[in-house]
């Protein structure tokens, strides 16, 4: 009998680096230890949202490995009164 493989999902969110800390690694060093902890749950994949606008976190997560996966509809985002997102994705290897 094949044994059935899981998909566990984890998404990050409201990750935050007060600004006097910015450009001083905490943000990459928190994606790093997310990964690690992912990996330990057994986790295959992870999620987080950037508003397209915002370049610092895309880079930190671009630099993290992250790939963008899609971008909201920006007819979505007016109707929403929200700022455009793109979802990024990374797959959590062993």
């Known amino acids: ?29 928190l994606n790093e230890k997310s990964k690690v902890v992912a990996r330990e749950w057994g986790i295959t994949d992870m999620y987080v949202h950037v ?4 370049e ?3 880079r930190l997560y671009m630099k993290s490995w992250f790939e963008q996966e899609s971008a909201e509809p920006a007819w979505q985002a007016l109707y929403l009164n929200k700022p455009q997102r793109l979802l990024l994705s990374l797959p959590i290897t062993s």
Request: hydrophobic share 35%; net charge positive; aromatic share 6%.
């Open 1 to 29: 009998m094949k044994s059935l493989e899981l998909n566990q999902r984890a998404y990050l969110s409201n990750v935050c680096v007060a600004r006097e800390l910015h450009r001083n690694g905490v943000g990459y060093k």
């Open 51 to 54: 508003t397209v606008n915002n």
């Open 56 to 58: 610092a976190a895309k």
